[in-house]
């Protein structure tokens, strides 16, 4: 089955700076990968996701970047901010029929001011 | 106006009781699922439900039985309950079956201790 990976489990950066998360995953067929962001005590919500067909996505201060050949794919957010604090999940899933989203361990974002 | 609701929020219970929790969607979704995420924040699937049809059922002690009366609502309940099942329980649904990705709407999760 898929297995995904994700690195740093934590990354603490100053307001302004940028961060990066990385994953990778194992199962070739995997065409959809989500990313999750979930705050303290909160629900986990969908804040930008890519398909197979596009190597990069970008949305205000947060891009997706994918590589298929290497099977990994990256979370950049630019000029952090402390609301960006949380944990940020990974995600990857491929087309059986139905969805089964498989999550990466998480990494614990913390913004300084 | 909740989309995914859930409830309780918090379970407290001894070793060994039978508990269960609801959940509701009002987004008009097909697709429902319970996801686990334990100590160490890990999310890992549990069940889905498409249109009240079972179609994924993972690696799960079959102590946990889910029940889905409408495509609305799917339930979870736990018999015997362990120490081990201690976790946050996620509710979450997808308009259609997300054969091809699509975004998940999560409850705001029960937590469950088991002492």
């Known amino acids: 089955g898929e297995n995904v990976e994700q690195h740093p489990s934590t990354l603490s950066v100053q307001e302004g700076d940028s961060a990066v998360i990385k994953c990778t995953y194992s199962?070739?067929?995997?065409?959809?990968f989500p990313w999750y962001k979930q705050e303290l005590g909160k629900r986990p919500q969908l804040i930008i996701d890519i398909r197979s067909n596009v190597g990069e996505k970008k949305d205000q201060r947060i891009a997706v970047t994918l590589n298929k050949t290497a099977k990994h794919f990256s979370l950049h957010i630019t000029e952090t901010q402390p609301e960006d604090s949380a944990v940020y999940f990974c995600?990857?899933?491929?087309?059986?029929?139905?969805?089964?989203?498989?999550f990466g361990t998480g990494t614990r974002l913390l913004v300084s001011p | 106006d909740t989309a995914v609701s859930q409830t309780p929020k918090y379970l407290v219970t001894q070793m060994g009781n039978d508990k269960s929790i609801k959940c509701e969607q009002n987004l008009g979704h097909d697709t429902m699922y319970w996801y686990k995420q334990d100590s160490k924040k890990f999310l890992k699937i549990m069940f889905s439900?498409?249109?009240?049809?079972?179609?994924i059922n993972e690696t799960v002690p079959n102590r946990f039985s889910p029940k889905s009366p409408d495509k609305a609502h799917l339930n979870l309940h736990i018999n015997s309950l362990e120490l081990g099942d201690s976790a946050v329980y996620f509710c979450a649904s997808s308009q259609d079956s997300g054969a091809h990705g699509e975004k998940l709407f999560f409850g705001s999760g029960t937590q469950l201790s088991v002492l």
């Open positions: 199962d070739s067929a995997s065409n959809y």
């Open positions: 995600a990857a899933s491929w087309d059986t029929g139905f969805q089964k989203l498989v």
């Open positions: 439900y498409n249109n009240k049809e079972l179609i």
